[in-house]
């Protein structure tokens, strides 16, 4: 489970390491890699905290094919970083310091990246992986944010893949309300996915449905993407947004009314292009629906993870549960 940590100040960067060490400890992770974790998250929480004065470190445990690794992102919505190559070279400083934060930070981790613009802010992304070997999936590249309304310990959204020898599927669910019935229904709806011999996102959410009977019900949308077809099949049931980004132009593909578990009118199916420069984003009720990559000059070309996380930073609600899924094709 996605964990966030508030930075207002220097103290900040202790409640986030030992979140960060925690959730390497959680999956097995040596003392080693532990460590590097450890100073990397320091440098990621101080340098909120000195150069933005306040943001989150937001920390996850991630599955891999064979051991498991732990991603870091950090956001804050400072000035930005005038000169990002100047500020990842050592002894680079704004702010009278050594300047060994982000160049630690990006030799220490597995997987580096960073977004920044002027009076926007920054995020930078850090993995961790065993053995300093991330493992890819040659079709799609992922990134997720999720997380709990403040003062639930359970999240009552979710979200899934699954990937076919012909397409793959990617689900976001919003189980009503928040807390662990919400809860409840959101990890129904993820073992559905795991689970189902169904091979269209509409016989998926037909499974959903027919799972959720006994739960509080959900939002839902399931989207299949076939890179060889180029093609992008999406079916949605309630609140649940699902955007196709191909360069500057933007397709939204609809949702029908409904709760997974109790009230369906219809399934259907919608069609979109997929190509390889496409990016599909589904996110719940939990973020704003008002957000324009066109704002962010060069942030579809980020990771993913990067994606979701400068849409949550700017458009969370929080007064509800916020899951953000992104996705691109593999480069």
């Known amino acids: ?87 990842l070279k050592d002894g680079y400083s704004t702010a009278g310091t050594a300047g060994n934060g982000l160049g630690a930070v ?71 309300g928040h807390g662990i019935y919400a809860a409840e229904a959101a990890r129904e709806a993820e073992r559905v996915l795991a689970h189902s011999q169904a091979t269209s996102a509409a016989a998926i959410l037909q499974d959903c449905h027919d799972a959720l009977k006994k739960t509080r019900g959900a939002a839902g949308a399931v989207a299949a993407i076939s890179p060889e077809k180029r093609t992008l099949v999406f079916s949605g049931v309630g609140n649940i947004s699902g955007t196709v980004i191909e360069g500057e132009n933007r397709r939204g593909i609809a949702s029908h009314n409904g709760t997974l578990g109790h009230q369906i009118h219809k399934f259907q199916e919608f069609t979109v292009p997929w190509n390889p420069e496409s990016i599909l984003i589904m996110h719940s009720d939990g973020l704003k629906s008002k957000w324009d990559l066109n704002r962010y000059p060069g942030l579809g070309k980020k990771h993913p993870s990067i994606i979701a996380a400068v849409l949550y930073r700017d458009f969370e609600r929080e007064r509800d549960d916020v899951t953000v899924l992104a996705a691109k094709n593999f480069e």
């Open 1 to 87: 489970m996605m964990q966030a940590v508030d930075i207002t100040d220097h103290s900040g960067a202790g409640e986030a390491r030992r979140t960060a060490v925690a959730c390497a400890e959680s999956i097995g992770m040596n003392e080693t890699d532990t460590g590097k974790i450890a100073i990397a998250v320091t440098e990621m929480a101080t340098n909120i905290a000195k150069h933005a004065g306040s943001g989150k470190i937001l920390c996850e445990p991630i599955a891999g094919k064979k051991a498991g690794g732990v991603r870091l992102l950090a956001l804050d919505r400072g000035t930005g970083i005038h000169d990002v190559a100047a500020a």
């Open 106 to 176: 990006r030799r220490l981790a597995t997987r580096f990246d960073l977004y920044s613009a002027a009076k926007l802010g920054t995020c930078v992304l850090a993995e961790f992986w065993p053995h300093g070997a991330p493992p890819e999936d040659d079709t799609f590249v992922l990134g997720v944010i999720s997380l709990a309304v403040r003062g639930e310990e359970v999240c009552g959204d979710g979200w899934g893949t699954r990937p076919m020898a012909d397409r793959s599927f990617f689900m976001v669910v919003d189980g009503l």
